[in-house]
């Protein structure tokens, strides 16, 4: 889940030195206990920093250092061969399987049955939670599923040292940060104590994967027994969940996606991520796969959405998709947080079948189309080897100005001859 923490002021290095106000009137640092080397001097340089900047901007010295007395360096981000290091979003599994494969691994028989027993076992709790916070339960579950396999591996990093871990590596210094400067904070005000800071490799904590900053913000009591447990209380880290969910625009009781049909001849430059509305969706000629009608008014927006292009299954996609990805930006989790929604509800999905006999684009292709769509003017954006919205639109643009048909911006081997050829 990604979310944004206040980010700490700027403040001497030494824990025990003064500055000013704006004023002129003299603030002091407080003084804390020398921290034992962590056995990595980057790591010791960065911590008696940030230590300090933080004292300075308010944070308890106690906190801090307890926060930060025990961090050591982890082999993943600092290490010779770190994979964390050396891993940048383009590798992520989200972002470089094909979706198919990326679906097979997420949406599993096995999590659509455990969630629907989840949602038998705990109906009276979703109850309350549905009630107070206008979440759908199965969406919740879903998260739930996808994020801890339903709470069952919640993570054995501290996160505290995730993150100190992940600022000394430097690419995302100022995020690892601001979630420290979260965690001190959640430690101040009670929420939790240093020992119960369990959590994933990048620092998300309990059953339902927050961040600290969003813990902060989201978090909630709702067991009543006066702490917000979301390692060990399930009630708290789905309604938790829940509060994050209303406070991103989830719309209760309306579909996330729906599979569709579409005419013969449709113009498939249409799926260009705009939303329109359903009512003009229909003039167009699409229809749920399923058959029936559309369970979303008809004057709800959606845009049409090409996962693998016009041979592939085709969605219409509502707000509550873009909600999904408040939790995780890229188009596979969210499409397989919708599906497992759908599914432990006993519904399966996708219908059509995956074109996998299309050639894939590597990711070195994928830099090869974006470099050569930027150079004929149509915008690609960063030339990453990731083949997102940025990329496809470009292409699609491309298709329709050179007559190209489909004009659906899949990346496909095909498509980047096409590119290359009027390059």
Known sequence: MTACASTPQDAPNSGDSTGSSAGNVPITIPSIPPFESSGNASMDTWRDDFAARAMAAGRDPA???????NI????LYLGEDASVAKTDIADQAEFAKPIWDY?????????KTRGADRLSELVATFDRIEAAYGVDREAITAIWAMETNLGSYIGNFDAANTLANMAVEGRRQRLAENELTALMKLQERGDVSREDLISGWAGAMGQTQFMPSTFLTYAVDFDGDGKKDLWNSAPDALASAANYLRASGYQKDQPWGVEVLAPNEFDWSLADGEDRRLATWMSYGISPIAGGPFTAPETAYAELWLPTGATGPKYLLFKNFDVFKTYNRSDSYAFSVGLLTDGVLGQTGPIAVWPKELEQLTRRDVMVLQSNLNRLGFDAGAVDGIAGRGTKGALRRFQKAND????????????????????
């Open 63 to 69: 906190i801090v250092h307890a926060t930060l007395r």
């Open 72 to 75: 050591s360096p982890l082999d």
């Open 103 to 111: 679906v097979a691994s997420a949406v599993t028989e096995g999590r």
């Open 404 to 423: 190209i048909s489909p004009a659906d911006g899949y990346p496909t081997s095909i498509a980047l001859e096409q590119v290359l050829d009027a390059s």
